[in-house]
């Protein structure tokens, strides 16, 4: 069990006595939501939508009146970005290509800087979110990960202001679930924070088993996977 989470018996034991009952997770200071790429460019409409993208919006705005700290990030490209595929001759979105860093799937053109594709939904209710990351800012290195950009090398800085805030459980939502929240929450657990996805809070692009490779992957680096109605 975290230090950082308390569990408190949500209900009484059943008057016909069948066991334990349910725990529920209450966040606390220590604890953080992270709202991944709740953009315009990610749900119906958008340059690379999503499906179902803004049915995350209720779910996650719900949770956020149970956080102190919310941190929220942006997509946010350079025109012409290396992850667009209309930035490599011949190419066509979903196609895959061999960059320095390892292997990039080719997006349509979606949350360039300043755009309204880009703009974070407006139902989205964060009033105690404190701080917003933008990242894939670099023309010729993608990123998933709200902490350390596809390169693996260059750090976005986000896990320095969550130890120096003194967070250390992470409760990851948003969208996708099988890339910028995947990568999010594993390089999550790599830094050193214990993290949970709230899968009803996120939603996936699910692109030939992307999305159960995905859970796979996260669950074998210690993510754990939960529900909204797991919290108090
Ligand atoms: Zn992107």
Known sequence: MPASSRRTLSKPLSSAGCGLAAAKITPDAKSALIVVDVQNGFVTGGCLPVKGGEEVVPVINQLAAGFQNIVVTQDWHTPGHVSFASSHQGKKPFETTQLSYGTQVLWPDH?????????LHKDLHLPTAQLIIRKGFHKEIDSYSAFDEADHKTSTG???YLKARGIETLYVTGLATDFCVAWTAMDGCKAGFEVYVIEDATRAI?????LAAAWKQMIAKGVKRIQSGDLA
């Open 158 to 160: 986000l896990a320095g």
């Open 111 to 119: 949350c360039v800087q300043g755009t309204e594709d880009a703009s």
């Open 206 to 210: 699910d692109m030939n088993g992307s």
